[in-house]
């Protein structure tokens, strides 16, 4: 049997100035969920909603709407779920426009999204883009859920990247202006059938939504992580996925961004570690199972 999760270690930090990332339990005394979130920085010429930005302002509401729901129905099946937060994302949007005219063709706020529940004798794991779910086992090994089409377009980022700086464009602001084209083009691939799934106010996500199950018995700890803070494996090389849980748990989250921050410090003009941001928000809640 399983009774609940025991939160282990949780820590968010900003990449830059506002922090669009997010995490939660619920409920918050023995939880059965949860989440992490990524907020979509935003490419819009003007903002769109209220707050620091229009993907932390996405975030928040996500953080007063998820509890609620989860709450009215704990074990609502995971489509229904994300159908029923897009819906009261949507709501909440709508009346939320800075002026008139709404979004006016620009992009509307989304975020990645992992959350992991308790169904029964089972974990339900839920994804939308490219937050990272990794799965202690009993015997310690590590399986990592992730995104393959975000990972392929994050691989030619970087690539793009590599080829600006043949031509002689190291500066990042540079890079990232000689850039936007093709942001603009991968977000257009957002929640449609040959593309990615993201969080958003919007039903096209429900069908693009990632979903796994497994015994509760297979599972120890859980490291719910947003790509910033999974930075310190597939950008810096500074841990194997077992030891990123293994330290997040003997060291905390709080000193595994200390180090990943030094890192990119030591780094400003990303010349050793290609990148588009120099530092992006980093986000882990590691969980434990607990098995009665």
């Known amino acids: 049997m399983i009774s609940s999760f025991s939160p282990l270690s949780a820590a968010t930090q900003p990449g830059t100035k506002v922090n669009e990332d997010g995490y939660g339990c619920w409920p918050a005394e023995a939880p059965h969920a949860a989440w992490v979130l990524d907020g979509v920085t935003g490419i819009n010429d003007r903002a769109l909603l209220p707050g620091p930005s229009d993907a932390a302002w996405f975030v928040a509401q996500v953080q007063e709407a998820l509890p609620i729901l989860l709450s009215a129905s704990p074990d609502m099946p995971a489509a229904d779920l994300v159908g029923a937060l897009a819906r009261e994302l949507e709501r909440r949007q709508s009346a939320a426009w800075l002026d008139a005219r709404g979004a006016d063709g620009r992009e509307t706020p989304a975020a990645s999204f992992a959350l992991v529940r308790l169904i029964g004798a089972e974990i339900e794991i839920l994804r939308l883009g490219d937050c990272l ?9 590590v399986t990592v859920l992730d995104h393959p089409v975000l990972a392929a377009i994050e691989a030619e980022t970087r690539a793009a990247l590599l080829a600006l700086r043949a031509t002689g464009i190291t500066d990042p602001k540079q890079a990232f202006t000689a850039m936007l084209p093709r942001l603009r083009a991968q977000r257009q691939r957002r929640n449609l059938p040959d593309g990615y799934g993201v969080l958003a106010a919007e039903q096209s996500c429900v069908p693009m939504l ?11 700890r859980i490291l719910l992580a947003s790509d910033g803070y999974y930075r310190l494996v597939d950008h810096y090389n500074a841990a194997s996925d077992a030891e990123l849980v293994r330290r997040t748990a003997e060291l905390g989250a709080d000193a595994l ?12 003009m990303a010349m050793q570690y290609p990148r588009l941001k ?10 434990a199972v607990d098995h009665t």
């Open 257 to 268: 961004i200390k180090q990943l921050r030094a890192i990119e410090a030591a780094d400003p």
């Open 133 to 141: 779910v990794l799965v202690e086992a009993a015997d310690g090994a």
């Open 210 to 220: 990632h979903l796994d199950r497994m015994p509760t018995r297979d599972a120890r």
């Open 278 to 287: 120099i530092a992006d928000d980093a986000t882990a809640l590691l969980i």
